[in-house]
């Protein structure tokens, strides 16, 4: 956390390429902090400035500042940047934002730029903010060096792009909204979003992060799981919510059928965030009605929510929405049904949602009193308002006093209960006195009732996000074998000393089976007598052979699989057969022998697989076999490892789950043996790092267990 | 058409119930119809006011107006309702609007009055809108009716509900945007949507029809199907837009696993207007969005769009959104980028998107002129600007200027070229004077890259919706035979008579055998001999025996079902078996015997069904069998009939549809009897109007065709 102080509580600044010239970003920058009012100290820096700047007396170098130095802001070119920064870090500045272009984005030459900046910053340990950024803000200390105008508040914003920046700002400012700490993070060259969560999520200023991302920069996979681990550690004491952009390639990449490529960047990154526990948001303006949300309102405690609605529409709407967002509409008591009774005339519907039907033409008070009701009912754990006034002011001053005599009330009502209150008004654009009370002194107001219902929906989500993550961090990781590594390590160094990345299926089935998989014996022949002579000693009914060859990767294609063999002849013939096959696919294929298993027969078909994502490193998927995974894609992902509880999740999400379960009258299978399963492996690719990927697929599950068909290994070209 | 001239064409209006009193909804009217400068003759009407309304003396009753009047406007309560409708009607009003609630929405007596109200109505041919509504407004004639302050525009909007129509009237005047006619129609006693669509879409003045539904009002399906059939063809001339709520309960319903209950009425809605073509939208902004783009723009006539962006974040938020919204990025000609290089610095890619990088602070005009190159490259359809200025008019008077003049050029530009443009700027908010320059005069401006890639989105997919329509109505029906009813009529005689609605397999079969169905014979055995001798008969080598009873409809679960029955001795011993277990089953079944078909293998396994939805009547509705439909409830749905094009679609519009084209090195099915085969039930079902159910589950796709292995029908009750 520490690390951070420097940019967000600076006990001094210095403005490096302070300018007077009205035009220049210099002088803005100045103003900006100058207005702001800064609480430290605060210096000018100019190179060629004679006069005063702002009324302050400039200096010509950092290193002619009197005192000491906590953040440096530099708005200077990228020509001028290497010596600056040298002066910054002699003068023991903790923190510099470099604001300029030119750097990473423009290519090679600017990436190199940027690496001679962070070797001159990491000698005294100086962080850098930037480059290609936007600048600073801080509401503790006011400190805004950001040209944009930004006000208090209790939103922690992180960007990636100023543009964004400006834009959800207008917003912001609409609706009155405002930042405990404000970030425009650029090329992210040193700091990253990672220092950026942790930070702002143990600031006590800060409500909820809200994060613009178009990717995560890594050095390399530790970045990305850093990053991940973080998110999640923020989201157990508060909100953090999501905006990621550049993800339409996704798509279309999900294409072949094999984990490798389902596991697109994007689905590992969908699930990276999920795990953390982030609120995924797809468009600024859903980011700040989450901003919006967390920063005024009461955590609610369950998901039962009354809707209070003037007009029948706007409930309607509401209602279709909470279904949706996981709300269940609150059973209101006899109790409190007898009092809202008292309160509106027979044709008001009093079951939720409880519907003013126009009485609030007559006595806009009935807004009032049904709240306080419903805000009583010990089953309500979250209110909607939708439909609320705000246009009878236009009407006549008289009006004008009521609107602003009930909003007054309503906030109060909202700011003593412990319940979260979330509101809809048509005439939230024109920004009535009334509604803006309501903002500043109690609760959110919304434009639309779509957004008042999804920011209900962020507010009592955010719990089971909680729930999830604390269930994750209590579970016990599965037991792994004591000494499986001594196992796989004589595997790996003989496939390594081989030139070789594939394993072949008998060295998949051996590691597997060090990490405690349960699979049936195998035993290989290399020749046809062996082939009769270990059909015997398998013992089994029936056997499948397959060809084991570290060229032969689709093993059925190659004609390199029989099935059923249940006799030594068969063994004896069906060996040649598969010998011949193989030469006949690949005359160059280096054949290890033929495999023998028992064969396995019936339950549920299905993958469990891992790959390795260049941004979070060993992921696992699950799905069902087949058409489920081939043409459905009906899989999901986790970054690696999972314990039981999002194992469990993990599989439960598929769409065919019900399969797993047992429908049309068939068993269910073992879902804690696929769980383990799932775990296992993930442990297993997170433990060994010459692993790219996992294929075990088919794998069958039933009744009792967890049955391992085919197994195939790959690893990194060079140990990661 | 005619039928609503007098609403929205009227060339003389009374409103009766006029007032002086500022606070009476009479007042308001009399105001609004006065302010509008209506261009026919208008009169009030009070029966106690004495003294001149706004400068107009009132008359006592309509009887009294001297002239012939068009439409009344009734804002009088409902107790004083049914003779004033009789003054009306004697009068020789052709329409008149019903503004006051207390009517059906309350309850029986409620929906007497309505009825009441209709009768005298009917007997002259005057129409009714509402009750319980908010008025109308059309700008040819200058009138508004409302009480709300409607601008002219070229809109259509038809409303169930007036709050919405208020919330919706503050975002279009925020946007400039108006209306050619505005309706709330209320109640929906007499005139309904389809009226209403039907007008609107002939209307000249109006270039999309926008309609907010809570749900369609019908007396019978014939109103549904009427609405289907009048928003399909309104569609072929111009787009139809809907925001349907109260969709909730949907979801829960599709539950269980066959025709009649995945049907839930949402799927047939959904389906229905889809095949109208109309646009659905999910909530009144993006209904707004709509409106605005088909009021401001052209017809593109391809889906190629380049976008122009300053700054990079915006440009990969449009290119995100393009792919799902079936946009394809525009490949730029190399003259084209040759073009934009001249203009553009080396920093600022040309290849689409198109990025300014900031460009535009040192020299604005280059949105301009970039604007021009690529309206100009035939390869582009249209055009999208990301980030658009409107935040320097606050710096200086030059600057205000500069952003005005580029706007102008902007707006003509778009308005010569004959493709649509559409914008995106962070300053939507603030309205500046350019941005407002460009909406009024030429294309629109959105507040968020979403909102103006989704307009976008809907103009391109407009054309697809009217090539599907014309396709769809160009489309030859299926031959149905000729004899088809004569010998059904025979079947549903029987049925009748026996006061069952449920067909036996044999009765169902001889129904679709009847409407050319291709089924393989079956023959009726009633005791165990004459099953061993019809087995001999059929000359199949395996044949399937089934129990045949009305009170067994699920056979298998009864243990009705044996298969694989390969001699005259199995066929003898299967009879007595299906017989004990239907006993078992049910001692009181009354069975008709048991049923021999040879036994069908292989195929991909579909399920095509039938079921009365009570809005629009008959629907189809396709999917694979098993898991599929019953786990995954991967279905399709349509109104019927349908013909080829409309089946084609369905058919592939499962997710499980590569199965029918052939994966894994299989062979695909004949889609063309697939199709065919949904095709003839949706005309069958339409045809019989006895007909509530079909389910032919499973049928067995293969490469040669479809053959139908089991088939239900349930009769409605009573013929509907």
């Known amino acids: 956390m520490s690390d ?3 940019l967000f509580r600076p006990r001094s600044v210095a403005l490096i390429g302070a300018s007077s010239d009205p035009k220049k970003y210099g002088y803005w920058t100045a103003k900006g902090l100058i207005d ?13 400035a004679a006069a005063d700047i702002l009324g302050q007396k400039p200096y010509a170098s950092i290193s002619d500042v009197p005192g000491s130095v906590d953040l440096a802001i530099l708005g200077i070119s990228p020509k001028y940047i290497l010596p600056v920064i040298q002066e910054c870090a002699d003068k023991g500045v903790k923190a510099v934002v470099v604001v300029a272009t030119g750097f990473g984005e423009t290519g090679p030459e600017g990436k190199a730029l940027e690496q001679k900046m962070i070797a001159i910053a990491q000698k005294t340990g100086m962080r850098i903010m930037g480059p290609n950024c936007m600048g600073i803000f801080s509401s503790p200390v006011n400190l805004n060096a950001s040209t944009i105008d930004l006000d208090d508040g209790h939103m922690g914003l992180v960007l990636q792009s100023g543009n964004f920046g400006i834009d959800i700002n207008f917003n912001a400012k609409t609706r009155g909204l405002g930042y405990s700490g404000w970030a425009s993070i650029g090329n992210q060259a040193d700091l990253r979003f990672a220092d950026f969560v942790e930070y702002l999520g143990q600031d006590e200023d800060t409500r909820v992060v809200l994060m613009y991302m178009e990717g995560l920069r890594v050095s390399s996979v530790d970045d990305g799981r850093n990053f991940l681990r973080k998110a999640r550690l923020t989201t157990l004491q508060k909100p953090v919510a999501v905006i990621k952009i550049g993800r339409s390639k996704a798509g279309a990449r999900a294409a072949a059928s094999h984990t490798g490529s389902l596991a697109g960047s994007e689905n590992i990154f ?5 795990q953390a526990g982030v609120i995924r948001v797809e468009t600024p303006n859903e980011l700040l009605d989450v901003g919006e949300a967390f920063s005024r309102c009461k955590m609610p405690k369950g998901n039962r929510i009354a809707i209070l609605t003037d007009g029948g529409g706007h409930g309607v709407m509401a209602t279709d929405m909470a279904e949706n967002l996981g709300l269940n509409a609150a059973v209101l008591s006899e ?5 809202l009774r008292a309160i509106l005339k027979p044709h008001c519907p009093i079951k939720n949602p409880v519907d003013l039907a126009g009485t609030p033409e007559g006595d806009m008070w009935v807004f009032d009193r049904c709240a306080e009701v419903l805000l009583a009912d010990p089953d309500v754990d979250g209110l909607v308002i939708a439909g609320l006034y705000g246009g ?6 008289e009006f004008r006093q009521l609107e602003m005599d009930v909003a007054k009330s309503l906030a109060d009502r909202a700011t003593k209960a412990d319940k979260p209150v979330v509101m809809h008004s048509m005439y939230h654009a024109q920004q009535p006195e009334s509604l803006v009370h309501i903002m500043k002194h109690g609760f959110p107001v919304y434009g639309s009732v779509d957004a008042a219902m999804r920011a209900m ?18 579970a016990q990781p599965p037991q792994l074998p004591e000494d499986r590594l001594a196992q796989v390590q004589i595997i790996f160094d003989k496939v390594r ?10 060295e998949a089935r051996e590691v597997l089976r060090a990490y405690g998989f349960n699979l049936p014996s195998h035993l290989l022949a290399t020749n046809e007598n062996e082939a009769a ?29 029989i099935l059923n063999v249940d006799s030594e002849e068969k063994a004896r013939d069906a060996y040649i057969q598969l010998l011949s096959n193989a030469k006949k696919y690949d005359a160059n294929a280096d054949i290890f022998g033929v495999m023998l298993t028992p064969m396995l027969s019936g339950g549920v078909e299905c993958i469990i697989g891992s790959s390795y994502d260049s941004t979070f490193g060993p992921a696992v998927m699950f799905g069902l076999g087949g058409i489920f995974v081939e043409v459905l894609k009906d899989v999901s992902f986790r970054v690696a490892p999972v314990n039981g509880p999002e194992a469990k999740r993990m599989i439960s999400e598929i769409n065919a789950y019900p399969l797993l379960t047992g429908v049309r009258g068939q068993q269910g299978v073992n879902l804690s043996a696929l769980e383990n399963a799932v775990s296992m492996l993930s442990y297993m690719v997170v433990e060994l790092s010459d692993v790219a990927e996992v294929d075990l697929n088919p794998v069958f599950a039933t009744e009792d267990g967890v049955d391992v068909v085919d197994a195939r290994i790959v690893l990194h070209p060079v140990n990661k």
């Open 36 to 48: 702001s009012q800064f609480t430290g100290d605060l210096y000018f820096i100019s190179r060629t």
């Open 392 to 397: 009878y002011c236009d009407f006549s001053e």
């Open 270 to 274: 969908d699930a990276a965030l999920n």
């Open 457 to 474: 929906g962020a507010l009592v989500g955010f719990g089971a996000r909680q729930g999830k993550i604390q269930e994750e961090l209590a």
């Open 533 to 561: 002579t270990l059909f015997d000693e398998l013992g089994a009914k029936k056997v499948v052979m397959k060809i084991v060859s570290p060229d032969i990767l689709h093993k059925t294609d190659a004609g390199g699989v």
């Open 497 to 506: 000393s081989q030139n070789r990345v594939n394993l072949v299926e008998t």
């Open 335 to 339: 109790e409190t049904q007898k009092k």
């Open 4 to 6: 951070l102080n420097p």
